[in-house]
C-alpha cells in the first residue's frame, strides 16, 4: 500500500537540501513604564514604647501620604520592620541608651510627573529617607514582544540572504530556538552610574514648600535574540 505523505525534511542538511543557520537580533530603546523608589521611615526614643508609637505614628503618615496620589501609584509594599536596643558603651552591665525603630516601603509609580513631587515629599519628612528611582518595564511589556518579532525577522533576512549569495532560496524553516528578550536594565536594579537618582535625605526638617525633583526617565534597552535553522534548495557552485 502506498501513501501520499511528504517526506520529513533533512534537520542537519544534505546536498539536495543543505542547511543554513543563523541568529537574529534586535535591541530597541524604549520609555521606561515604571519607576521604583525605597522609603525608610525611622524613629528613635530612650522607651521601646515611645519609640514603637512613634514610628507607627509616622509610618501611617507616610503610607497616607503614598496613597494619596492614587491611580499613579502601581504598588505598595511593607518590608522589613525592626526595633532595635542601642546598648551604652560604658559602665557596668548592659544598659539600653536608646531604641531605634524602622520601616522599609517600596512604591512603584506609573506616572512619572507625580514621581518628582512625591519623591521630595516623603524626602521632606523628619527621620524619612528615599531611595531611587529605579527604571523599568513591566515583564508584559509590549516591547519585549516587538524585540522579538524582530529577532525573528533579522533571523529570516540573513538565512535569506546567504542563500541568495549562492543562487538558492529558502526552502523551510527546521528549528526556531528563542535566546530570551530582556531588559539591560532589568527590574528592581539598581541605575547605571550617572543616571537620575531621586533626593536621599536623613532626619530632614519637615517644610512644606519644598520644589519638586526634575526626573529624566532613563531609556530601557531590550534586546531579543533567536537561533534559526532553514533548509534551502540547492546552491549553484558552478558560475
Do not use: C
Not at 513604564?33 to 526614643?45: I, M, S
Not at 525592626?82 to 544598659?95: C, D, F, N, V, Y
Not at 512603584?108 to 514621581?115: M, N, P, Q, V
Not at 512625591?118 to 508584559?140: F, I, K, M, N, Q
Amino acid at each position: 500500500m502506498t501513501t501520499d505523505s511528504a517526506a520529513p525534511t533533512p534537520a542537519h542538511g544534505t546536498p539536495e537540501a543543505p542547511r543554513v543557520a543563523v541568529r537574529g537580533e534586535a535591541r530597541l530603546e524604549v520609555d521606561p513604564e515604571l519607576a521604583r523608589v525605597t522609603v525608610t521611615v525611622a524613629a528613635r526614643g530612650t522607651d521601646r514604647r515611645a519609640a514603637l508609637d512613634d514610628l507607627t505614628r509616622r509610618n501611617t503618615q507616610i503610607i497616607a501620604l503614598i496613597k494619596g496620589y492614587g491611580d499613579a501609584i502601581e504598588k505598595l509594599e511593607t518590608g522589613s520592620f525592626s526595633i532595635t536596643p542601642e546598648l551604652a558603651k560604658h559602665g557596668r552591665g548592659e544598659r539600653v541608651r536608646a531604641y531605634h525603630g524602622r520601616v522599609h516601603l517600596t512604591v512603584e509609580l506609573t506616572d512619572f510627573t507625580a514621581l518628582g513631587e512625591l519623591t521630595t515629599r516623603l524626602a521632606d519628612h523628619e527621620l524619612t529617607r528615599v531611595d531611587g528611582p529605579w527604571w523599568s518595564l513591566r515583564p508584559d511589556s509590549p516591547a519585549h514582544a516587538t524585540a522579538r518579532r524582530q529577532a525573528v525577522r533579522d533571523a529570516v533576512q540573513r538565512a535569506r540572504e546567504y542563500a541568495e549569495a549562492l543562487d538558492a532560496r529558502l526552502a523551510a524553516l527546521v528549528e526556531l530556538a528563542d535566546l530570551g528578550a530582556e531588559s539591560a536594565a532589568g527590574y528592581g536594579m539598581p541605575p547605571a552610574p550617572g543616571s537620575p537618582r531621586a533626593r536621599s535625605a536623613y532626619g530632614a526638617a519637615e517644610q512644606t514648600d519644598a520644589p519638586a525633583l526634575d526626573l529624566e526617565p532613563q531609556r530601557q534597552r531590550v534586546h531579543a535574540q533567536v537561533n534559526a535553522r532553514f533548509i534551502m534548495t540547492p546552491p549553484k557552485l558552478n558560475g
